[in-house]
Every structure is written in C-alpha cells, then in structure tokens.
C-alpha cells in the first residue's frame, strides 16, 4: 500500500498529512482516455496495514483509491465503515475523499461516521467544457452533473481537480480551458487543484498519439510552460480567490 506525506492548509494552520492509496479492485467507469489507474491493480488485505500507519505524526488524512471512495462496488460499505473506524479512533482534524460525482451523495453517511472530523470530497471534475469532457477525456460524465453533485455536497468541503492537458488539446487551449474552468466553479468549491495530465500506459493519450503529434499538429504531452503560465495567473481572479481561501 503506498503512502507519502505532504504539507497540507487545515483550518488555517499547516499540517502534515499523510496520503494513502487503498488497493481496491479500481475504478467502475475506467474508462477515461488518459487513465490506467485500474489496470494492473491487485485487491488486497489492507486494514493490516492501514491501522499501522495511524502510529504516524499527522493531523490530516487523504484517501485514494485509483477510483471512488464512496463507490460501494469498489469499497463495499462495510469496508468503508473499517477504514473509517481507524480514522476514527487515530483522530485527524480533516480527512479528504476522492469520488466521481454519481457517488456523491453517499458522502453524506461519511460525514455522520465520522463526527466533528472535517470531511472534505474531491471530485476529479478536469474541465468544465461538455465537449472536451466528452470527447477529449470520455469522461463519462457532464458539468451538469459535477453542479448537481456539488449541489449534494453543499454542507461539505469541496475540492475539484483540474486537468493540465486534456488529451488532443494544443498548449494554448490546455491552458485557456483550465482558465475558464478554474472561473467556472470559482464559487462552487472550497479548492481547486491543477494536475497536469499524467502519461498512463497502454491508454489512448499514450498510444494514439501522446509521443508525438500523430493525431494533429501542436499535440503533444504538456509543457512546464502549462504549469508555469497557470501557476502565474495567481494573479487572476480565480486563483486569488483559491489563495485567499486557502488562507482562510
Ligand atoms: S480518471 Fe478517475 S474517473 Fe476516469 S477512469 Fe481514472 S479513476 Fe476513473
């Protein structure tokens, strides 16, 4: 089971957090052109494991499960209830939940488990254009949907991923698309993240054209210069309200 920490904002004060992937069986949808989480993973026992990492220094705690968390085919409940049990009894001031939108709902048992604990969901939302959702990603899911999770999540802190660079977009929409969608849901959500596309192997983005510019020309993997162009535009309105937030 991997795990690593980092240095995370919690209610104002820096903290360590400690991340940690579940092997579960992976994600439902699996189907995203950039994506090969679920290829290769082994179901295993785990609970071992994850009760000895809570003898660890930290105050938070981020779950990832190369899929959804609250996904009962991925996490049957019961499971769930057990991770969370050892949350739980280890105390953490906030713990972070990764799921698709569909699933969202379920956080809301999350939160009634785990009591005072902050719970904070991450939906990888990538972009809030319907065209590059579909086409580029295969996503498998709208920004109508994304809202309407937001919506269920409302008494939640949220935290959407954006994507730098979708498949099959040039530099220059790679970044205009995470600039519109960082506007977009400014106001939605309590975090945005930026992820720059990561190269999976045997997936579309790797084998169609993800090398080289097969497909059509200015295609290519993404360039410091994505990060560093979004990175600047902390200037932007957008990512000053994500700074100011984070303040908060
Ligand atoms: S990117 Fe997320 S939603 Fe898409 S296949 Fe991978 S784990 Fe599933």
Request: overall charge neutral.
């Amino acid at each position: 089971m991997r795990s690593w920490f980092t240095e995370e904002v919690v209610q104002g004060d820096v903290v360590t957090a400690l991340n940690v992937v579940i092997p579960t069986r992976g994600c439902s949808w699996n189907k995203c052109t950039m994506c090969s989480y679920s290829l290769g993973i082994q179901e295993e026992p785990f609970l071992e494991d994850f009760a000895r990492l809570m003898e660890k220094d930290f105050d938070k705690i981020k779950i990832f499960t190369s899929g959804s968390f609250l996904d009962t085919t991925e996490l049957p409940v019961s499971v769930r209830e057990d991770v969370l049990d050892v949350v739980k009894e280890r105390g953490v001031k906030e713990i972070t939940i990764e799921t698709r939108p569909e699933y969202a709902k379920n956080a809301l048992s999350v939160q009634k488990y785990m009591g005072n604990i902050v719970v904070e969901v991450a939906i990888g939302l990538e972009s809030s254009n319907d065209r590059i959702l579909q086409f580029c990603i295969n996503k498998g899911f709208l920004f109508k949907d994304f809202i309407t999770a937001v919506h269920a999540l409302k008494s939640f802190k949220v935290k959407a991923y954006l994507l730098i660079k979708p498949p099959f977009l040039t530099e220059y929409e790679a970044i205009e698309d995470a600039v519109a969608s960082a506007h977009m849901i400014a106001d939605m959500v309590d975090v945005i993240s930026f992820n720059p596309v990561a190269i999976h192997k045997r997936r579309c983005w790797n084998t169609c054209g993800g090398q080289g510019t097969i497909l059509r020309p200015g295609y290519g993997r993404w360039w410091r210069y994505s990060t560093a162009a979004l990175t600047s535009l902390r200037i932007s309105s957008a990512i000053r309200w994500l700074w100011e937030r984070e303040g908060e």
